[in-house]
Nanobody
């Protein structure tokens, strides 16, 4: 399984970004795929996930601001981020939560105040 994240960049607080995770080796439908992030000086943390049987989960701090979704035709998972805050600054990783698990490379999101 390979995952390729993209879409990071520099944005002002209150702005929006959409991250993409192009997946190969499995289909994004019916598989658990999520987004994690690692803020400077901190451990990697869960942000949002797509369950294999349907439904989504979110970290409390991003609920109502971030939306995870998938496009089966493009075999891509997205993370739409709105109302961004400086504390959202991090490297964002997409992650296949099945077995064996697999991480994509990160994409840097920087939110300026």
């Amino acid at each position: 399984v390979q995952l390729q994240a993209s879409g990071g960049g520099l944005v002002q607080a209150g702005g929006s970004l959409r991250l993409s995770c192009l997946v190969s080796g499995i289909t994004v439908t019916g598989n658990p795929i999520g987004w994690y992030r690692q803020r400077p000086g901190e451990e990697r943390e869960f942000v949002a996930g797509l369950r294999s049987v349907g439904g989504t989960t979110y970290q409390d701090s991003v609920k109502g601001r971030f939306t995870i979704s998938r496009d089966a035709a493009k075999n891509t998972v997205y993370l739409q981020m709105t109302s961004l805050k400086p504390e959202d600054t991090a490297i964002y990783y997409c992650y296949y939560m099945g077995l064996p698990s697999s991480w994509g490379q990160g994409t840097l999101v920087t939110v300026s105040s």
